[in-house]
Each structure stands twice: as C-alpha cells, then as structure tokens.
C-alpha cells in the first residue's frame, strides 16, 4: 500500500480492518517512532525542530511554526498545520484520519487529537474507523483537552482545559467539560 492510496481510503470512514491497511499501519507506526524519538530524545533549536517536524510530516512545515517537543505521534503523515501556531509540550496527534490546525492556533500542554474510534458492536470492537479533525484559524486549545474524531472547531474558538470535545464547536465560542458543552459566545 502507498501513502496515497492509505490517505484517500481513510477518507471513506471504513474500517481499517485489513492486513495490507495493517500492515501498512504498522510500518508508518515505526517510521514515526524513529522520528519522534530524535524529536524528543535532545534539545534542538527551533529551525531543527521544524526540520525534523517536516521529515515526520512529509512535507516543509511553515517557519513560523512553534513546537515545544516531546511531541508525539503514531502516524505523522495525515497532519496539516498553518502559519503562526504554537503547540505546546507533551501533545498527542493520532493523526490517521488526519489533524487539520488553521493558522494562529494555540495548542496547550498534553492536549490530545484521537482520528480513530473503534467498532462499539463487540464482534466489531477490534476494527478502528478513522474521521479528520479540523481547527479553524484562531483556535486556542487548552492544557489536558482532548479533541476526538470527526469533530471540526470553528474560527476564534475556545476549548477550555480538561475538555473533552465530541461534537462540533461553532465558531466563536467557549466549549468546557466532559463532554465539552458550549459556555458561551465570544464577542
């Protein structure tokens, strides 16, 4: 299987149940590891980090990208990041179903963007179903928040620390809690 070919079946929403999509898993999984561990393993300085970010990506990232590593990954080639976002330590990008963030966006501490869910039928739990994840620009995610598949955050928005976001965030708002609800508008 070719990179490619993963991207646009995962675009579908079909289980990722065979060997081949397995495999091919697998695989990117391990180049992702080595990655990550040179990423996390040393200090480097800003342009190095972008460098080795661009290697995990796939593609040049935008010199006004700001990471603050350890970051993580398991899959890295399904992530898309604007101009002038910051993403701060200790984040978490299961990236399958890819990882869209608009420009400006703030991502605090440990925040966690989950593309894949498994099956909730018991004879279909051990398949996984991949869904994107898009901020739009002017997102601010607080520290310890987790964004799960699927969900799409509009521009300006706030997602509250310690959120869990199930749902669609219109533009514009606070969301908080668990699951993350709408707490009020931003003028």
């Known amino acids: 299987m070719e990179l490619e070919d993963f991207l646009a079946y995962v675009k579908t929403g079909k289980a990722l149940a ?3 999509i397995g495999r091919f898993m697998d695989e990117m999984s391990d180049e992702a590891r080595k990655v990550t561990f040179r990423l996390n393993a040393a200090y480097h300085t800003p342009d190095e980090v972008r460098a080795l970010l661009s290697e995990l990506f796939g593609k040049p990232v935008d010199p006004t990208l700001r990471v603050f590593p ?3 990954t398991d ?3 399904n992530i898309t990041i604007g101009k002038h976002v910051f993403i701060n330590a200790c984040c978490h990008f299961q990236d399958h179903g890819g990882v869209t963030l608009g420009d400006g966006c703030q991502i605090g501490h440990n925040v966690v963007f989950a593309t894949l869910n498994h099956g909730i039928a018991p004879t279909d739990r051990k398949n996984t179903y991949p869904a994107s994840i898009v901020l739009g620009k002017n997102v601010w995610v607080g520290s310890n928040a987790t964004i799960l598949q699927g969900v799409t955050i509009g521009d300006n928005a706030v997602v509250a620390a310690g959120a869990v976001v199930t749902k669609d965030v219109p533009a514009n ?10 707490i009020r508008r931003i003028d």
């Open 18 to 20: 065979t060997e081949e």
């Open 70 to 72: 350890p970051f993580y």
């Open 75 to 77: 899959f890295g080639k």
């Open 173 to 182: 708002t606070i969301v908080g809690g668990v699951p993350a609800k709408v």
